[in-house]
């Protein structure tokens, strides 16, 4: 049957198909529901090592890992996996390691179920969540802009033809509204029914899809273009500077010939040379800062919450650096290849395409079967669904936690109102995130927008390593690093026309340097210069104090 379909008709059965499945993990996993705020928010503590690993690997590879690394390998070239992936490979197990444990410890230790309640203790200020709560919302909503920009864009391309009679402007593919629209609303659903144990298992088993169906498809591209040696020489002779992380003006010599050429006669020469790109040396080692993002995120704070034990930790440790290679190394070569492939006489990707988000879609659309594009775009899916569903309930959980439950009702609410007010507030989330990513369709850069989310978050990372690691950090010190960070952020992303200079450095550098150094600086200035910690504090989070007390 699905042999008889146009490749758009199929890949709308497989993608449904896929969505009931999830929406079904949804329904069963909210018959293991206990009722109480920590089943919901936290499953109880009771994840193990597989889940969590699954969980803690799904949520961090989002669209930006394989949209958006495609996209921008296929601007910029291979030098994106050593900007990113070889860096979050080192520094993302280093946070587990060195903030997840602990922080997990203090969490099953007192009780915390958000980042803000540890915070509230540790800086003795019952404030700080009023100022540190607009802050993370403000951060993660464009996180999650990146899933919605990401399913809309791959849903409209694989879909191509699918239904002529009601999307006739769009040539038969689902518009972009329509399935940005659709993944928001399942993902609604089982975080809805399920709470972060449904939260665990749909990333579990999307990550897995994800990873999978991603070499799979990775295979049979290259086989589609020659295999992986072929596919890599088209791209040697056609756009070299692609396969190097920095240019020489022999190159930019070479690319302006070859150029003049092509504008002479583009039918003569199929693929239209790329223009070379150069990534300074100090803007290269600058990127090293961006995965500390891990550090502050609040959806991995929950998902650290949820472990069994300290041992639960050891293999996410061990295994997140091998799972980040084996997603990005495919999906980089697929956006480098994708600059010169050739298939018949013409060139893959249509010349002047302006959309990288679209460039792993058309990849798969044109290059593989329809059976094989629907199950890539349900893989690509997993992994855009794999981030909002964490993102979407630690939001709930904040407002539902801190907001609402400490600082309006004075920690009075029942466990069964505070899932109330979680599912209203995630509710709300994803109804403003859907309104705002239709403003920005075609418009931004899924891996821009993530650099900025997670600089961001990035220069947040002093305040959490100060509080587990430095006794002498103050109130002060932290309502300032958050202030830094705040002005910080807002002032450097307008300078960067908001995102839409893709180049912008500051000080040679990208902008989380400054904005991290900048929050570090403010942090321990202040805190040196006020009132240090009780000793009760002191004793709580770091033991005996000097007096033995």
Same mark, same amino acid.
């Given at each position: 049957m699905l042999a008889a379909m146009s490749g758009g008709q199929t890949a709308v059965i497989v993608i449904a198909v896929y969505l009931s499945l999830l929406l079904i993990l949804g329904v069963i996993s909210s018959r293991f529901l206990r009722g109480s705020a920590a089943d919901?928010?936290?499953?109880? @503590?009771?994840?193990?090592?597989?889940?969590?690993?699954?969980?803690?690997? !799904?949520?961090?590879?989002?669209? =930006?890992?394989?949209?958006?690394?495609?996209?921008?390998?296929? @601007?910029?070239?291979?030098?994106?996996?050593?900007?990113?992936?070889?860096?979050?490979?080192?520094?993302?197990?280093?946070?587990?390691?060195?903030?997840?444990?602990?922080?997990?410890s203090f969490g099953k230790r007192y009780g915390y179920v958000t980042q803000i309640q540890f915070f509230r203790d540790r800086f003795e200020s019952n404030g700080i969540g009023l100022l540190l709560f607009p802050l993370l919302v403000g951060l993660v909503i464009p996180y999650l802009l990146i899933g919605v920009l990401s399913?809309?864009?791959?849903?409209?391309?694989?879909?191509?033809?699918?239904?002529?009679?009601?999307?006739?402007?769009? !040539?038969?593919?689902?518009?972009?509204?329509?399935?940005?629209?659709?993944?928001?609303?399942?993902?609604?659903?089982?975080?809805f029914l399920g709470g972060v144990r449904g939260t665990a298992w749909a990333n579990a088993f999307q990550t897995m899809v994800f990873i999978v169906l991603g070499l799979v498809t990775?295979?049979?591209?290259?086989?589609?273009?020659?295999?992986?040696?072929?596919?890599?020489?088209?791209?040697?002779?056609?756009?070299?500077?692609?396969?190097?992380?920095?240019?020489?003006?022999?190159?930019?010599?070479?690319?302006?010939t070859r150029l003049a050429e092509w504008e002479k006669d583009p039918t003569a020469a199929v693929i239209? $040379?790329?223009?070379?790109?150069?990534? $300074?040396?100090?803007? =290269?080692?600058?990127?090293?800062?961006?995965?500390?993002?891990? !550090?502050?995120?609040?959806?991995?704070?929950?998902?650290?919450?949820?472990?069994?034990?300290?041992k639960t930790f050891r293999l996410a440790v061990v295994a997140h650096p091998l799972l980040i290679m084996i997603v990005w190394v495919p999906c980089v070569l697929i956006g480098i290849w994708a600059t010169s492939a050739v298939v018949n006489g013409h060139a893959v990707i249509p010349v002047g395409m302006s959309n990288p988000n679209a460039v792993l879609a058309v990849m798969v659309k044109q290059l593989t079967s329809p059976i094989l594009g629907a199950l890539l775009t349900a893989g690509i899916l997993a992994a855009?669904?794999?981030?909002?569903?964490?993102? =979407?309930?630690?939001?709930g959980s904040i407002f539902a936690n801190d907001i609402v439950g400490h600082y309006i009702s004075r920690d009075r609410l029942t466990d069964r109102q505070k899932v109330t007010l979680g599912r209203i507030f995630v509710v709300g989330i994803v109804v403003v995130t859907y309104v705002i990513g239709l403003r920005l369709?075609?418009?931004?850069?899924?891996?821009?927008?993530?650099?900025?989310?997670?600089?961001?978050?990035?220069?947040?990372?002093?305040?959490?390593?100060?509080?587990?690691?430095?006794?002498?950090?103050?109130?002060?010190?932290?309502?300032a690093?958050?202030?830094?960070?705040?002005?910080?952020?807002?002032?450097? =992303?307008?300078?960067?026309?908001? !995102?839409?200079?893709r180049e912008y450095l500051f000080l040679g550098m990208m902008p989380v340097v400054t904005m991290t150094c900048a929050t570090a600086a403010a942090l321990v200035i202040v805190s040196l210069f006020t009132t240090p910690p009780s000793t009760e504090t002191i004793a709580k989070f770091f033991g005996k104090t000097e007096h033995g007390r």
């Open positions: 919901y928010f936290l499953a109880s @503590r009771g994840i193990g090592s597989f889940l969590l690993v699954m969980s803690l690997f !799904g949520t961090t590879m989002t669209a =930006f890992a394989l949209v958006g690394s495609t996209g921008e390998a296929f @601007r910029s070239g291979i030098g994106v996996y050593g900007k990113m992936a070889s860096w979050s490979g080192i520094v993302h197990s280093a946070c587990f390691f060195f903030i997840g444990i602990k922080l997990w399913a809309g864009t791959v849903i409209n391309k694989i879909t191509a033809g699918a239904f002529p009679t009601f999307f006739a402007e769009t !040539g038969g593919a689902i518009p972009f509204a329509v399935g940005s629209g659709i993944i928001c609303l399942v993902v609604l659903v089982y975080v990775f295979l049979v591209l290259a086989d589609k273009l020659g295999g992986i040696v072929e596919a890599t020489n088209l791209v040697r002779e056609h756009n070299p500077t692609r396969l190097k992380r920095d240019v020489t003006p022999a190159d930019i010599e070479r690319y302006e239209k $040379p790329a223009e070379p790109h150069r990534t $300074p040396p100090l803007m =290269f080692l600058s990127y090293a800062f961006i995965p500390l993002s891990v !550090g502050m995120f609040p959806h991995l704070f929950q998902h650290w919450l949820t472990a069994r034990s300290a855009i669904m794999s981030s909002l569903d964490s993102q =979407f309930l630690c939001l369709e075609g418009v931004k850069s899924v891996f821009t927008l993530g650099v900025w989310c997670f600089s961001g978050f990035a220069s947040l990372f002093p305040l959490v390593v100060a509080s587990l690691y430095w006794k002498r950090v103050t109130k002060a010190g932290a309502y690093g958050v202030l830094t960070t705040a002005v910080a952020w807002i002032w450097l =992303f307008a300078q960067s026309d908001y !995102g839409g200079n």
